[in-house]
């Protein structure tokens, strides 16, 4: 379930300390990366706030590499950014899960702001009562530890206390990948002999799934969504689909009968490939997994009947 509204009214407020840590980068994250769950524009007065998104905290990299002010373990690239078109009320950024989790905030400023403790719990929060106009990138941490777990990002401005009034009923986070759901990146739509082969899909290997769950066979750790949808219809040729990427890659795909087929190192390097020598017309979801770690790297997805990479 969502946010609720009980209790929530808009009101003016005070001129009052932003609630944050602000800090001056020392390493800073990829702010330009593609964000993992979420990439939105949100103008002031938006509809249907709390803007909500459902994901796993945490990642690798030790957020006091920014400073050491800032707490946790967070992904390299953003969990969600937020290009945001200010007005008169005040922007507020916070996190609920059972899990001890941190934020860490880019704004449109340039400037970093990190909290650990400020919401409900052990939840953190940022608010911003002056807000600005421009990208807000976000990651949420997990605290004392790289592993990852499930956690609600809301974003609202609504004026409350966002202990009392605001209650975030957690879903059935999905721990199996779901090809039900729509691509994080693109869907492609090719006929045997399609023109301009390969084709190219820039992605983010990774996520918070491990591919085990599939089967025993199966390595890395995946998003639930897929990376890529490609809607076929088959001829004569084979289908081919390859991961190249300077990480340990990973390869899931769920083809048009439902069967899953995984690999890890057939491609170039340590990268994935799959070969359909006879393959079915209809949909095939393809997931990019980043092998021993939930860790999101850079990777592209080929998709050919001539060649893998």
Request: glycine content about 8%.
């Amino acid at each position: 379930m969502p946010i609720s509204r009980k209790g929530i009214a808009r009101s003016a407020i005070a001129s009052l300390a932003l609630i944050a840590t602000w800090s001056a980068p020392a390493a800073a994250q990829d702010t330009s990366a593609r964000a993992t769950y979420s990439d939105v524009r949100l103008n002031s007065g938006y509809a249907n706030d709390p803007f909500t998104v459902y994901l796993q905290s945490g990642g690798s990299i030790p957020a006091s590499n920014i400073s050491s002010d800032c707490r946790g373990y967070i992904a390299n690239a953003p969990d969600v950014r937020i290009t945001y078109s200010a007005g008169s009320l005040p922007l507020i950024i916070g996190v609920e899960s059972d899990w001890d989790t941190t934020l860490v905030v880019n704004a449109p400023d340039g400037r970093w702001y990190c909290d650990d403790d400020r919401g409900s719990g052990v939840n953190p929060l940022v608010r911003f009562n002056e807000t600005m106009s421009g990208r807000y990138e976000i990651w949420v941490g997990t605290y004392g530890g790289s592993d990852v777990h499930d956690a609600t990002l809301y974003v609202t401005e609504l004026e409350n206390t966002l202990v009392d009034d605001l209650a975030v009923s957690q879903p059935s986070y999905s721990n199996y990948p779901d090809a039900s759901l729509s691509p994080t990146y693109t869907t492609l739509n090719l006929t045997a002999g399609f023109n301009n082969d390969p084709r190219r899909v820039s992605v983010r290997s990774g996520g918070g799934v491990e591919a085990s769950v599939v089967s025993s066979d199966c390595r890395g750790y995946v998003a639930v969504a897929p990376d890529v949808t490609i809607n076929y219809s088959a001829g004569s040729l084979p289908l081919i689909i390859s991961v190249n990427s300077s990480a340990d890659t990973t390869l899931l795909v769920n083809d048009p009968n439902g069967n899953w087929y995984c690999d890890d190192d057939s491609g170039n390097g340590v990268n994935p490939s799959l070969r359909f020598s006879k393959p079915a017309s209809g949909q095939y979801d393809v997931w990019v997994g980043t092998y021993g770690s939930s860790s999101t790297y850079d990777a592209t997805v080929t998709v050919s009947e001539l060649y893998s990479e």
